[in-house]
């Protein structure tokens, strides 16, 4: 396959091309009735085109906007592909998101085609209909549950075919026209930014901005026709439209989608992918499952897993600093293989995996080495939604937990004032949608965007990112330290969540905690320990001496200006719904200190309690307050900070109005 | 409620009128207690019925008269025409009358599928012989009864916990488990005894959105016994009540929300209608 000479074409020219050269290849599997289930290249253009045809019966035209609101399904993509053989705009939104946030995206992407996956999101829609001026037809998948649903506007995915082929034998060749008519420059989708600063901006990315990276990412890793892919992440994120679509549609390999989010384990067991792209987040759930699974296992079990990944680390350490390995732990190491790497890689779902990636936000270098350790081929990418995804990768041969890799072939990075990194490559955006001056404060004069990231080159050429820029602070005796860095030294550990870390023009660094609560309910369970909730087990004297003992163990890596000296561990989860965490997972480290400013007081303040006014929001958006009084801890010497008791926990939220 | 938002209860279902079970002045009697008593109820083809009542009150034994557990010592039951008066469970069972447990009943030991598959085996047909030597016949019938219970497991969001086993499932989930393998017999009937007892507000509105849907998308006809009364009054279209054995009242939800002999049965005292809290 042409790779440069599909560049000049658009996302639905590619997809017919494909279907015309190699049709009855697999295209998209979805596992449904648990059976896969699969779209051939043939498959994925017809229903795209009739779907199209459906769209332009009902008045859909070049420039407007569909949005998908759900789960990875295959008509989903086939509805936003049709909205492009058309000219328009592709709106993916986050499937979770609350109802206001909804509104706010879909409103003001004007989108006026929505297609959502079931019954849920057609009652959200719904629910939102009066404040969505430009809507004027959803449309369906499952139809489940919406038999007796009677609104005008209201139709099935069959119907919009069933439309579509009717519309199609009455106006022949309409959609091919349509086709040709695209060019590669057009907007073919907005992605809307998780926006850890504000409320989201909708991002707008042409057909080249999105096909350039891919091609230019493909070339560099090497990746086929022959790969298999399971698309399991947001499909708002742009990192999904980059893979599973333009990257997808490029090369032309096949793209599974799970059967639940629940099933997503099972399911990458079952595909055996050969490549693979998640957030650390995702990395660090899985070790944490591991590591659970592991202290469950027999004793014999738990021994051989214990040495064979000490083994592991040693070895990878040594190859690390270019050292060569000695026979004796070579040999080791290809005992491991067979008894702990290999079946691990297995329960996984990596064990065909040729390569996997870590983006969206740094990696804690030591879950990094286990994967590696345990023969998984991670490595770390970057890139923004402004850059369409993707603008560095890790070469094969130069993996480093602490850099995000090499700048991919035709682009270019540099460092600005305040360390901040810049970027030039063809996958630079139009612009912020209706927002041309935000627009503007992003890209420098010359064309170059800023990325917001601090960050330096090392001696080999690699990009490496050290936070957000904006975000590195300095402690009142002026040695400087990044949040980001401390936090992920944090989740390293199996028993922390997340981890929110302040010191800005303070004293001295201090942390809140919100711990995990698989892992250290099973360390409660296996030190006898009883509680009754979340919030009890949080507020027990010694999980926060277990957390004190892992920010000591933190703490002993670090220079001692930035050791964390307060603590707090908090009594609920960060949540995307409490607006403390974007949709993909990133601390929203402004939103939290602003909303837990009294307990940050607290810390500075010396006091041992801290009383703690959280809004929180269930998930069908009502809000309600949950006020608690929480101890807050000395890491070194607070002995006494612990036994004192935790007064007036209220475990029930009371409604806040 | 959230259910209660976009559907009314008589939007709903495909309630012609038909009276699919019919049971006319039954009664039991466990030595010298009378468990029922004279109760007669008429249940439409399509429809939800519900039959509440404080403890003790005779409704699980009416149920278990219903699906055969227990005869009855006087009166009739009559199922789509037929007298069921005296037919045994696994009859009962074969005639498309399926029910869940009070306290669920499932074979622990056994898988989420396993679980499903054991409730189609009234539907099965091959026999020992052909089962065992699985070719053929055998072999299409065990597809055919797979894709159903695939089915089920798609339609109550199972698909993690397929090869779970039950024991070690939480106990929501071993009711939802439980009501999928109730519907594993294509029933016509679907008895529910406190499908939401010891649920929580979330759970609880789950199981009422699965209900509807079976309602719903299959036409099945439903009794239900049910302690919450916001949920009894938003799902069903009937609502019988019961007290010491005796039918003290019937009616839409409404009309049995105002009936003071119900106030009466439930906050034992009497009450203005009135007064009376929703």
């Not at chain 1, 332009?56 to 906007?65: H, V």
């Not at chain 1, 430009?134 to 649903?149: C, F, Q, S």
């Not at chain 1, 350039?212 to 990192?239: D, I, K, Q, R």
């Not at chain 2, 959230?2 to 559907?7: D, I, R, S």
Request: hydrophobic content about 40%; aromatic content about 8%.
């Amino acid at each position: 396959m042409n790779a440069s000479r599909r560049l000049d074409r658009t996302l639905p020219q590619l997809l017919r091309d494909n279907a015309e050269t190699g049709g009855s290849r697999a295209a998209l599997r979805e596992k449904d009735r648990g059976i896969w289930q699969t779209y051939n290249w043939k498959d994925y253009w017809e229903q795209s085109r009739d779907f199209a045809l459906g769209l332009a019966a009902a008045g859909f035209k070049r420039g407007d906007k569909l949005s998908v609101i759900g789960e990875n399904r295959p008509r989903l993509y086939f509805a936003q592909l049709a909205a492009q053989c058309l000219g328009g705009i592709a709106v993916p939104v986050y499937q979770d998101a609350i109802a206001t946030e909804l509104a706010y995206v879909l409103d003001h992407a004007e989108t006026s085609v929505i297609v959502a996956e079931d019954q849920e999101q057609v009652d959200k829609v719904i629910s939102l209909q009066t404040r969505l001026p430009h809507l004027k037809l959803v449309v369906y998948d499952d139809p489940r549950g919406l038999l007796n649903y009677d609104y005008p506007f209201l139709k099935s995915f069959e119907a919009m075919l069933q439309q579509g082929r009717a519309f199609g034998a009455a106006h022949p060749g309409y959609v091919e026209n349509e086709i040709d008519a695209g060019a590669p420059d057009d907007v073919a989708l907005f992605s809307y930014t998780s926006g850890t600063t504000s409320r989201p901006k909708g991002a707008m990315l042409s057909h080249r901005n999105l096909l350039v990276p891919a091609a230019v990412f493909a070339e560099a890793e090497a990746l086929t026709a022959s790969e298999n892919h399971l698309a399991y992440l947001p499909m708002a994120w742009v990192g999904t439209s980059l893979v599973s679509i333009a990257l997808h549609i490029l090369l032309g390999f096949t793209c599974n989608f799970p059967e639940k989010p629940e099933t997503v384990q099972r399911d990458l067991r079952e595909l055996g992918p050969t490549i693979g792209l998640a957030p650390p987040r995702f990395w660090e759930n899985t070790l944490t499952q591991v590591l659970v699974r592991a202290a469950d296992a027999s004793p014999l079990k738990r021994r051989l897993f214990e040495y064979f990944r000490r083994v592991a680390e040693q070895a990878e350490q040594l190859k690390a600093d270019g050292k060569p390995v000695p026979p004796h732990i070579a040999l080791a190491r290809m005992c491991g293989e067979i008894l702990v790497y290999g079946p691990i890689r297995d329960q996984l779902g990596w064990r065909r995996a040729r390569v996997v990636y870590t983006g969206g936000a740094p990696l804690g270098a030591d879950v990094f080495k286990f994967f590696r350790a345990i023969g998984v081929n991670l490595k770390q990418v970057y890139g923004a939604t402004e850059l369409s995804g993707l603008c560095s990768v890790q070469p094969d041969k130069e993996v480093d937990p602490d850099t995000v890799g090499r700048i991919l072939a035709g682009m270019e990075a540099r460092i600005a004032d305040g360390d901040e990194v810049e970027i030039r490559s063809a996958g630079i955006f139009k612009g912020y949608y209706k927002q041309p001056e935000v627009t503007q404060e992003v890209l420098t004069e010359d064309g170059w965007l800023k990325t917001g990231d601090a960050g330096f080159i090392d001696r080999r050429g690699h990009l490496a990112i050290i936070d957000r820029a904006k975000d590195v602070g300095r402690v009142d005796d002026g040695t400087s330290f990044a949040p980001q860095y401390l936090e992920n030294k944090l989740k390293f550990s199996q028993y922390v969540g997340e981890a929110v870390v302040f010191g800005d023009g303070r004293p001295f660094v201090a942390a809140i905690v919100a711990i995990d609560p698989s892992t250290v309910g099973k360390w409660a369970e296996r030190n006898s320990l009883a509680y009754t909730s979340f919030q009890d087990l949080c507020a027990r004297p010694e999980v926060m001496g277990l957390v004190r003992d892992e920010i000591r163990k933190c703490n002993a890596l670090l220079p001692p200006p930035t050791r964390i000296r307060r603590f707090l561990v908090l009594n609920k989860e960060f949540d995307a719904d409490d607006d403390e965490i974007t949709r993909t997972r990133k601390i929203r480290r402004r939103f939290v200190a602003e909303k837990y400013a009294a307990v940050i007081d607290g810390f500075y303040g010396g006091a041992s309690e801290v009383e703690l006014n959280a809004e929180i929001t269930y998930e069908d958006g009502r809000k309600a307050m949950l006020r608690s009084v929480l101890a807050s801890g000395d890491v070194e010497g607070g002995e006494a900070v612990t036994t004192s008791a935790v007064r007036g926990l209220a475990p029930a939220p009371v409604p806040a109005e | 409620m959230a259910f209660g938002a976009t559907q009314s209860a008589t939007a709903r279902g495909d309630s012609s009128g038909e009276i699919q079970l019919a049971v006319t002045g039954v009664s039991k009697r466990f030595g010298g207690v009378r468990a029922v008593e004279d109760v007669s109820i008429a249940v439409p083809r399509g429809s939800i019925a519900a039959i509440i009542g404080p403890n003790g009150a005779g409704k699980t034994s009416l149920l278990n008269m219903i699906s055969g557990f227990y005869r009855p010592d006087t009166g009739s039951i009559i199922f789509d025409g037929r007298d069921i008066t005296r037919a045994r469970p696994p009859e009962i069972a074969g005639l498309g009358i399926a029910r869940t447990f009070q306290n669920i009943a499932l074979f622990g030991g056994m898988t989420v599928l396993d679980n499903i598959m054991l409730g189609r085996h009234v539907r099965m047909k091959s026999g020992v012989l052909s089962s065992f030597i699985y070719w053929g016949l055998a072999q299409r019938e065990e597809v055919a009864h797979r894709a159903r219970a695939e089915e089920l497991i798609d339609f109550l969001e199972l698909q993690d916990l397929r090869k779970q086993q039950t024991s070690a499932l939480a106990y929501g989930l071993r009711k939802r488990v439980e009501l999928a393998r109730a519907l594993a017999l294509d029933p016509e009937l679907l008895l529910l005894d406190e499908p939401m007892g010891g649920m929580n507000q979330e759970e609880k509105e789950d199981i009422a959105r699965y209900i509807i849907d079976v309602n719903e998308q299959w036409g099945t006809t439903i009794i239900l016994i049910e302690h919450d009364m916001a949920v009894v009054m938003d799902i069903s279209d009937q609502v019988s009540v019961l007290d010491r054995g005796r039918k003290i009242a019937e009616g839409t939800p409404a009309e049995v929300q105002r009936n003071p002999d119900v106030v009466h049965a439930y906050l034992g005292a009497h009450h203005e209608p009135g007064e009376r809290a929703a």
